[in-house]
């Protein structure tokens, strides 16, 4: 039984969802902006938050990050990096003409949705994405193309959307509700019986495995909490669903955000993390639930995820303290020489269409 707490919260059990917090395209993306203020200083511009938590931007800010969303806003010869969701190819040509030093952090599973986008394009082929309106995931991938790629957000959409009736090709978000997107897509295949489906689903893998966790952690407890930043998509998700299967969620941005009120006559409680929050504020909430009476913390059995993808060259291939000493050492323009070419060959490759090196080098994650 809980020790319990004056106002009559009394939480028994704390449930760890398995797998979840961060994926390999979040820590990816977070450790490019760290090299990147270690090797060339502050401040290192980002377009858009690098991934949408709060915690994590107001730390990378704490060290030099300035996060804009207007190219505009970065002077002549800065350093900028896109964030993990990616950007449309206007963005990645007004970088260039105005000449920054562009490092991509770009999850390369987006990256891999841009190139198929490209590659159909190509092929005569029409695009419906599935998504949400303004989530700049959406707004890179739509850009890929000046037109012939039509978004739809829900069921209703589908009726909607009037492509000129050629080859269609289908590609989606990759932080959907698996659900869904499923729903969506079988109402496209209705409409548009020939549409071209991707060969893998383009919801990524993080986001499968984090919603697969809380399908077996919600039914498991009395009231789910999702670690996670209101703007994070995946967050969201995992909360909604949470509560489709008929478990009360919420979200939180960090421990203060838990209200003891939720917990009121629920005794286990569910804890899990979107894919860009990271573990030291589930810590936090853990250390808060203690506070609330939790006596014992189990985790659940989940799949073990071990996909991991490489860091641009230039950023990647040296330690911290070699990039931090070459700085000191005055090597910079030494090493501007070099890397200008890198961070051109890495994003020349994207706008190109060529993902091979970054999405193939992904190890695949079991999800059986
Ligand atoms: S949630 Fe998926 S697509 Fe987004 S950064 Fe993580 S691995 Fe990449």
Redesign the pocket.
């Known amino acids: 039984m809980s020790a319990g707490t004056a106002d009559g919260v009394r939480v028994d059990e704390v449930l760890l969802a398995e797998p979840r917090g961060?994926?390999?395209?979040?820590d990816?993306?977070i450790e490019i902006v760290e090299r990147a203020l270690v090797r060339f200083g502050a401040p290192i511009y980002v377009r858009h938050e690098i991934?949408h938590n709060t915690f994590v931007v107001n730390d990378l800010k704490a060290k030099g990050a300035i996060f804009i969303e207007d190219l505009a806003e970065v002077p002549p010869g800065a350093t900028l990096v896109f964030s993990?969701?990616g950007v449309s190819k206007a963005v990645r040509s007004e970088a260039a003409r105005r000449g920054f030093q562009v490092f991509d952090a770009t999850?390369?599973?987006?990256t891999k949705v841009h190139v198929e986008v490209a590659k159909l394009s190509k092929e005569g082929y029409e695009f419906i994405m599935i998504g949400h309106k303004g989530h700049p995931?959406v707004e890179g991938t739509m850009g890929q193309l000046h037109e012939g790629i039509y978004l739809v957000e829900d069921v209703a959409d589908v009726a909607r959307v009037q492509p000129r009736g050629g080859r269609l090709a289908v590609v989606t978000q990759?932080?959907l509700s698996v659900d869904d997107a499923a729903e969506i897509l079988a109402a496209v295949k209705q409409r548009f019986p020939h549409v071209r489906e991707p060969k893998k689903q383009d919801?990524?893998?993080?986001?499968q495995n984090r919603q697969d966790a809380v399908k077996v952690l919600a039914p498991a407890v009395d009231v789910v909490v999702v670690v996670g930043s209101p703007t994070s998509s995946?967050s969201n998700r995992l909360r909604e669903l949470a509560e489709r299967l008929g478990t009360p969620a919420y979200m939180v941005d960090s421990a203060e955000d838990l209200d003891p009120a939720w917990l009121d006559g629920r005794r286990r409680v569910g804890l899990t993390a979107?894919?860009?929050a990271p573990d030291i504020l589930v810590q936090q909430v853990i250390a808060r639930l203690r506070e609330l009476g939790a006596l014992s913390l189990r985790k659940m059995d989940g799949v073990e995820e071990s996909?991991h993808?490489p860091l641009p060259r230039g950023l990647g291939d040296r330690s911290m303290a070699e990039l931090a000493a070459a700085r000191a050492a005055g090597h910079a323009a030494e090493l501007d020489e070099q890397d200008e070419g890198d961070a051109a060959a890495s994003a020349g490759a994207t706008a190109a269409g060529d993902s091979a090196a970054p999405a193939g080098s992904a190890r695949t994650v079991d999800r059986s």
């Open positions: 961060f994926c390999a395209g979040v990816r993306a991934v993990a969701h999850c390369p599973l987006v995931e990759t932080t919801i990524c893998y993080a986001t995946n979107g894919a860009s996909v993808f």
